[in-house]
Each structure stands twice: as C-alpha cells, then as structure tokens.
C-alpha cells in the first residue's frame, strides 16, 4: 500500500520502516499487547476505554552520542542513521490520519547532540499538529535525557501526555547500561517540573537492581511526583552492542513487575509487602494471590464491612469490582448469583471473603493469574 503521495516517497517510507522499527524499543502497552503492531511499518495499538487505537510510534532520528550498552541505537553501534525533518513528519501524519489510518502520534528519538535541539523539533512537530492543522487527538511525546525544563514544560502543552524513560530504579544500576545517563543529573530535574502526570519505563534484567528497587521507585514517583503509569520491557540482546552475549531478561519477571507496579500505584500495597526476603516478587503465583496466602490474618473479608481498599486486597477483585461489590451492598444484593453476574470468580476470590459471616468457597486456591486491569 503507498503512504504518500507527494513527492520524495521513497525518502519518507524508508526513513519510517527504519525509525517506524527502532520505535519498538519505547514500550507503549503491557505485555499481552504490545505486541500488536499494524500492517504498516510505524503503525502501532494503544488501548483506551473505547478499544484499540492506532498510532504512528515512531522516533525522529535514531541518530545518538550515548554510550548506553544496551541500546541497538547507541553511539557504540555500527548503524545507519536516519532522520526525520518537521515538516516531513507532520506531512507523513496528517497523510495517515486522513487515509484512517492512525488516529495519534506516539514521539519518541534517540540524542544526536545536545538533548534541547532534538526536544524543539519533537516539541514543533506537536505544536504544528496542534495549533497549525487543529489536530485535536492523542499525542505523546517522550522527553530526553538532559532536556531542560521549561522545555519539558512546553512539551508537556503540546502533548496529550508526556513520558521520561528512568531506565533503571537506581543511579548506579542506571550508570552501568548508560554510563552518560544520569537520574539525579538528567532525569530527575525534569521530573520535578513537569506539572502534569507522566509515565516511564524501566528496562529488566540488566545492570542490577531487586524488584524491590524497581517497586519501590514506582512508589516514590507516584507519591511525590503524580506518575501515571510504568512500562517493563525485558532486556533483549542486540548485536554489536557491548551486552550482545548477556542473556536475556525475565519475560516472567517482566510480567510479575507489570502486576506489582499496579498494585502499587492502585491498590494501596506497599513495596515491601509484596517482595520476598530477597527484595524479588514471587516467580510461581501472581504477587497479590501469594501476599493474601502468607498473609492469613487479613482473611476472610467480610463482604457486608469491607472499605474499598479491604476489598481491593481480595485476589481476583480491582478497582471496577471492588466499586461493583459496595454498590450491590448498597442495594442489598450480595447474593451469590448477584456476586456471579456482577462479574466477580468465586472459585478465585470466594475462598477470601464471607457473607453473613459464611465463607463463599472452602479451600484456598494454590494457583491463579491477577490479570492486569488496563487504564
């Protein structure tokens, strides 16, 4: 299928199926979908409440002066390098937005040189969408390393939601994959000035760092500084990169910090509930079905007393079935059949709580899956 139809074609889909790929090292969605990319190079799902929605995820150029030893795009790797121009882009967009073919745009790029001067262009390419052709959709924009913050700020008027990628939990887990990266120097400055929610994402497996150390970062940064959501990505091995021989990280590991981050950031659980005497989540059950079984003395629950945080601890049950659960107790209706239409798994979270003083289901599950319950 032919994207475009103005002239320099083959300049423009070339630069997208190499940038449209390297885009895929940004995480944009939890495990079980991000996977699901288009037919078109650059074209990529995001869900929302309405279902899945398409977006051009692409980087502006994957030219870069970072030494990061995990990266396919880093300056210690052989690599063609390419780059998008503002005008190109916002062309290549508004082309796939008319066709029906994206309905936003997800930026992010490597640093060729000082971070501001690849950040302004990211940062124009929104502002051109916004304010010169009236785009009124879905725009994210992942801010640089070193950006300053009055631009991180201006990033952040332009963009539906913006994003800083921490990479690692800790300063010195972070300086052995990046030694040129900083949290403290570079990161964490434009943290602190963004004034609107953010989201980031950490890369498993490599350069060291517990899950308690990823966890526990969660929590700092949605108590201090309103962060709305963590991406996992497990590290894979690139050739030519200085880690090319390291093994690959967890995909097991990955899903269980997915599960963790969640019942951190919405649930209530601290970090340190949730992780072993090792400071790692359990590998063999999901973290909130293991933290009710070694933690009888929170069981069962009583379904008629039960405050929304009580219910949201019971394996099985998140936010939208914990509202569901007081709201039939409101009414008057925790029957066992009213508890099944409402959607809730009583041979998984029967066994965790009681009506009218009588336990559901006898017996405790030794097996279960907490499914992510996606914003």
Not at 52 to 78: E, H, I, M, Q, W
Not at 160 to 168: D, K, T
Not at 281 to 288: A, I, S, T, V
Request: glycine share 8%.
């Amino acid at each position: 299928m032919a994207i475009l139809i103005s002239s320099g074609v083959s300049s423009v889909e070339e630069k997208l199926k190499v940038l449209g790929m390297a885009s895929s090292y940004d995480v944009c969605a939890p495990p079980s979908t991000e996977k699901l990319k288009g037919k078109l190079p650059g074209i990529y799902y995001a869900w929302s409440s309405g279902g899945r929605v398409p977006l051009l995820k692409t980087l502006f150029t994957n030219g870069c002066s970072r030494d990061c030893s995990y990266c396919a795009f880093s300056a210690l790797v052989d690599a063609p390098r390419h780059s998008f121009r503002v005008e190109e882009l916002v062309s290549l967009f508004l082309q796939l937005f008319k066709k029906g073919l994206v309905q936003g745009l997800f930026l992010s790029s490597a640093i060729p040189c000082h971070p501001d001067d690849t950040m302004e262009k990211m940062v124009e390419v929104a502002r051109r969408l916004k304010e010169g052709e009236g785009f009124k959709g879905y725009i994210h924009l992942k801010i640089l390393p070193g950006t300053s913050p009055d631009l991180a700020r201006k990033a952040s008027r332009f963009a539906s939601r913006v994003s800083i990628n921490l990479e690692a939990p800790t300063e010195n887990a972070l300086k052995a994959i990046a030694p040129s990266k900083s949290l403290k120097g570079e990161i964490l400055p434009i943290v602190t000035s963004l004034k609107v929610g953010f989201t980031t994402q950490f890369v498993v497996g490599v350069g060291g760092g517990r899950d308690l150390h990823f966890l526990k970062a969660v929590e700092a940064l949605k108590k201090r500084y309103g962060l709305k959501r963590a991406y996992f990505q497990a590290f894979q091995p690139v050739a030519g990169t200085p880690l090319e021989n390291h093994f690959p990280g967890s995909r097991e590991r990955q899903l269980r910090l997915y599960q963790g981050e969640f019942l951190v950031r919405c649930y209530g659980f601290s970090a340190h509930e949730l992780v072993d005497s090792q400071g790692d989540l359990p590998r063999h059950l999901d973290p909130k079905t293991h933290w009710a079984l070694t933690n009888p003395q929170h069981f069962p629950v009583d379904l008629e007393k039960a405050t929304y945080y009580q219910l949201l601890r019971v394996p099985g049950i998140g936010p939208r079935l914990a509202r569901r659960l007081l709201a039939l107790r409101a009414r008057g209706e925790l029957s066992l059949l009213h508890l099944e239409k409402a959607g809730i798994n009583l041979r998984k979270s029967g066994p965790f709580f009681t009506i009218r003083g009588k336990r559901v289901v006898k017996g405790i599950p030794l097996q279960g899956r907490l499914e992510l319950e996606l914003e």
